[in-house]
Each structure stands twice: as structure tokens, then as C-alpha cells.
């Protein structure tokens, strides 16, 4: 999609801070990050978000999910306890309408969130 931002980085047309890319996956560094760890995983194929995923996106959820599990190893954010969000729909927060998955680190989280 042509004027969707995470479309455009996985494209190369914009700018992004890549940490990790294969066939399905990109993660990438929030612009604005919220903890002192915090990387989207973003499918490569332009899903609007969670509730677009069709049966057959099951491999690749899987596969974000292992990602999530490499990359909170990689950035040092394993042993003392991380999260991975998905804001799904404007009132959720929702502000980039391509599937992302946000994972947080290198800080403590309260709960509930806010
Ligand atoms: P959402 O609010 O949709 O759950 O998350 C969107 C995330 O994308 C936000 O955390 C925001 O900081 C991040 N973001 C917005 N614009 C850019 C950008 O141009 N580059 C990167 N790397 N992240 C962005
Ligand atoms: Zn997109």
C-alpha cells in the first residue's frame, strides 16, 4: 500500500532503524520509543490490523511471536521481564493501521495498562 508508513520501510522507501528482517518479518525501532527497548515487529504483508488476520496468516503470527522471543534475548530485556503489545482500533491506540507488534524493555511496566 502505497501511503501506509510500515509498507513504505519494509519497501525502503522510508527510513527506518531495521534490527532484523526475513521472508514474513521486519522489526524495526519505535521513532518514539516508550521504554528503553522498544521495537515493532511488523508483518511484511499489509494487514490493517489484528482483526484482518485470515486463517492463513497463523504461520505468521507464530513466526512474530519467535521473533519477539530472539529479539528479547538479543536486546538484554529477557531476564528481567518484557512486553509485547498489539493496539488494536483507535481507541486502543491504534495509530498505524498496518498489524504491528510492540516489544518493550529495559524498564518496569504497571498494571493494568493505562
Ligand atoms: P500504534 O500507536 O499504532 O500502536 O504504534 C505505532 C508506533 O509507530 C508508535 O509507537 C510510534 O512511535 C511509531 N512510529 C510512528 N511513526 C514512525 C516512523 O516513522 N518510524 C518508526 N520507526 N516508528 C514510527
Ligand atoms: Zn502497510
Known amino acids: 500500500m502505497s501511503d501506509c508508513l510500515f509498507c513504505g520501510i519494509v519497501e525502503g522507501r522510508i527510513k ?12 524495526l525501532k519505535d521513532v518514539n520509543p516508550k521504554a ?43 531476564k528481567d521481564g ?9 481507541g486502543a491506540g491504534q495509530s498505524v493501521f498496518h498489524l504491528h507488534f510492540h516489544l518493550l524493555g529495559g524498564r518496569s511496566f504497571s498494571w493494568p495498562p493505562g
Open 16 to 27: 527506518g532503524e531495521v534490527v532484523y528482517r526475513d521472508n514474513s518479518v521486519i522489526a
Open 36 to 78: 528503553p527497548v522498544h521495537i515493532l515487529i511488523v508483518p511484511i504483508k499489509h494487514i490493517a490490523t489484528l482483526l484482518d488476520l485470515e486463517q492463513g496468516d497463523k504461520g505468521l503470527i507464530s513466526e512474530i511471536f519467535s521473533v519477539a522471543n530472539q529479539l528479547a534475548k538479543q536486546q538484554g530485556i529477557s
Open 82 to 90: 518484557f512486553r509485547v503489545v498489539v493496539n488494536c482500533g483507535a
